[in-house]
Nanobody, 118 residues
């Protein structure tokens, strides 16, 4: 099983980034995929999740700014991040668990760094 996250980078406050997570080795359509983030010196926290039934979940801090979506043909989950703030700076990880959100991940991808400058 492999989860490959990409799309991170450096952006100014108010800007946008789009993260992608490509999965292999799982029956993708049956898995919920979540995004988590970990800022320096802090615990890893949930950000957003999309269930196998395509229902979506967002933490309060990103509600209205982030949009999660999935492509079951391409085995990809995307996280569109708009109106980015410096406090969104973190390493972002995608993760997977069979079924629906919220997830307690079975599989983790490597992280992708998001840095938002003020």
């Amino acid at each position: 099983v492999q989860l490959q996250a990409s799309g991170g980078g450096l952006v100014q406050s108010g800007g946008s980034l789009r993260l992608s997570c490509v999965a292999s080795g799982i029956s993708f359509r049956y898995y919920a995929i979540g995004w988590f983030r970990q800022a320096p010196g802090k615990e890893r926290k949930r950000v957003s999740c999309i269930s196998s039934d395509e229902s979506t979940h967002y933490e309060d801090s990103v509600q209205g700014r982030f949009t999660i979506s999935r492509d079951n043909i391409g085995n990809t989950v995307s996280l569109q991040m708009n109106s980015l703030k410096p406090e969104d700076t973190a390493i972002y990880y995608c993760a997977a668990e069979f079924g629906n959100c919220p997830i307690h991940p079975t599989y983790w991808g490597q992280g992708t760094q998001v840095t938002v400058s003020s």
